[in-house]
Structures are given as C-alpha cells and as structure tokens.
C-alpha cells in the first residue's frame, strides 16, 4: 500500500511508505499524510459511503447558492484517493471517514449528492481541468504552490487552484497510554529513544531534534513500517513515534480499542487541509464555504471530527486559500 505523508507548512514533499495500525489484533493499514508520487493517474469508483447516499432537493438552505449546472444535476463529483484512514478510505466497497462524512453534511446543506470517485493522489489536480471532478477533497494540504499551479521546484506546470480549508492538521507525538514519561514536545524526546517509519519526513524531524537536543542526545530507532514503530512504543521501547495529526489521533482511538496509545501535546507545523476547487468555479467555491460554515455552526462538522477521534484539527469557521 503506498501511504502519504504531509508536512502541511511547507511546499510539500512525498513519500512512499507502508502504515500499518494493530486494531484488537488485526492489522488495519493507513494512509499517513499528503504525499508526492509519481504513479500515472488511474481511477476507480467505489460506491461512496454516507456521502453518496444523500440525494436532496432545491429545499436545502444553500442550494440557490450553487451554479446552475449543480442545480440541474443534483451531483458534484468529488475526487479523492480513499487511502488515508481516518479522512478517507475504503471499507467493503464504500469510501467512508471524514471526507465522506463532511461531503455528507455539505451536501444537506446544498441540495446535492457527493459522489465520490477513488483516484490516485497525483492526479486529483488534474480531474478537475479535465472535468472528471468538480472537487477534490482528499486530505490535501492547501499551499501556495498548489494555489498558483507549481510544482516542488516553483515550475508552472497548471493554471492553480482554489482552496475552501476544512481541517488543520501537523505532526503528533504518539505516546503510551498514560504518557509515562510526560512527553508533551519534542524537546521532551532528548535523552530518550524514539520509534518512527524509515524514509518519511517524521525520521527527518527527529534527525532534526537529534540536532537540538545538543548534549542530551537522542536515539532514533527506524523501522520498515509505522506498525513496527508503534509497537516499539507500546512495549516501552521508545518514548513515542511521529505522525500526522489525524492518523496518530486515529491510532489511539482504534489500538487496542483505545487502551494502548494516546497522543501527545499539541500538533507541531499545523496548517490546513482544503477542498481543492478551479479557480474558475468561484461560485461553487463560494457555496462550499458558506456550506462549511454553516455544519460549523450547527455543530454536525463536531459530531463527525468526534466519531474519527480527530477533533484537535477542528476549526472554527472555514477560509478561502488559507495555506502558506
């Protein structure tokens, strides 16, 4: 399984790793961020969860907000790559998480269906200017490259895109219930041993801490899979392993029916996640925004962050390119 990492402050770099979480023995894998690959876009549907089965009418309160198109068809098509538990994934057949389920609080709001495609990542963008999406919601990071259509190296490669932010997410420290050894930072981590997944930018952040930590010192121990790591950690062989907000905030939720893990003081290098929209579709965007605001409001976008155990990445009302 090829899993994503994120660094959500920065022009973000990609890479290929395997996640795996110990669920009451079973080994569930994960997705773990926003990550660059290089695969030629291929995509699949997959009958979408909770999102795909809400088909409302002109009734709901902000569907003359919506382009005409929408109004006729009653459809947006959503672009997602369902391999990144808890914001998206797939489960017998249906692509359910956050994702979905905010897709299906917005679409009460607006009086249409999200039906959501399965994709790969790097091709999301891409649906949009050929029409195969009209959105993209997959737990992308909103950056300014991605807003004015650049690549990692600043190349132009596409005309950009608009970002409606839903989500902040960062990197979490992943502790042992009980937190043992008070980790709340990474400063906390010098003179320990720390777990993490080799390759992935959470080994470079702890190289990094190695660093600062000067004297102190600290012991980084790699492995094949974010699995291995966490399984370091339970066994009291490391003080904590690194992940994205959300993923590490899934583990503790879902390991050992939530007796094993918990997650450490506040996410480091936090930035959003956003509905990528053309930015010739203004006025879709625009209806997305008041469609967020308003499950804000209501308290439904609470209720789902609650079911995922995400709820340190909530906001509290939605902004249009907010990313950096």
Known sequence: MTARTTRPSAALTRLTAVAAVAVAGTLVLTGCGDQTKKDKDTSS???PGASGSTAASGGAPLFSK????YQDSKTIQVGTDASYAPMEQTEGGKIVGIDPDIGDALSKQLGVTFKFTNGKFDGLITSLSTGRSDIVMSAMSDTKARQEGLDDKGKKIGKGVDFVDYYTSGSSLLVKKGNPKGIKTLADVCGQTVAVQRGTIYEDAFKKQKTACGSKGLTI???DTDSEAQTRVKAGGAVADLNDTPVAAYIAQKSGNGNDFEVAGS???AGPFGIAVSKDNAQLRDALKAAMDAIIADGTYAKVLQK????SG???AAAINGGS
């Open 45 to 47: 549907s997959v009958s």
């Open 66 to 69: 919506l382009p005409k198109k």
């Open 221 to 223: 121990q790699p492995f």
């Open 267 to 269: 996410p480091a290098d």
């Open 308 to 311: 995922w155990n995400a709820t």
């Open 314 to 316: 909530a906001i509290t």
